[in-house]
């Protein structure tokens, strides 16, 4: 299976955490960056997260400081973990396969898709 398959969405409070991960095809963990984007609704997808092949981090500025992105090779996953979230930060987040061991933001970089998971911030 090449696609990544996400879960641990939900619905939370705002200002409280939740963690989503994501399975992923071993392979990929050796050879490919991972990342973290979402889609609220009326709105186009954005980057969250990355993590490359190395282990190097990005995170956009907006969640800097509040979300952790890690990766289990063990358990061929990728997570990321969100506290004090925003009722903003309602939407779909997808989790993504790089054709690269970089990702970035630019989803055009982006190999596989998740099929999303749903995260819900109430006020």
């Known amino acids: 299976q090449v696609q990544p398959v996400e879960s641990g969405g939900g619905l939370v409070q705002a200002g409280g955490s939740l963690r989503l991960s994501c399975a992923v095809s071993?392979?990929?963990?050796?050879?490919?960056?991972m990342g973290w984007f979402r889609q609220a609704p009326g709105k186009e997808r954005e980057f969250v997260g990355s993590?490359?092949?190395?282990?190097?981090?990005s995170y956009a500025d907006s969640v800097k400081g509040r979300f952790t992105i890690s990766r289990d090779n063990a358990k061929s996953t990728v997570y990321l973990q969100m506290s004090s979230l925003l009722p903003e930060e309602t939407g779909i987040y997808y989790c993504?396969?790089?054709?690269?061991?970089?990702?970035?933001?630019?989803?055009?970089?982006?190999?596989?898709w998740g099929q999303g998971t749903q995260v819900t911030v109430s006020s």
């Open positions: 071993e392979r990929f963990l050796n050879t490919s960056a």
């Open positions: 993504a396969v790089s054709m690269y061991n970089w990702l970035g933001s630019n989803q055009a970089n982006v190999a596989y």
């Open positions: 993590i490359s092949r190395s282990g190097f981090i």
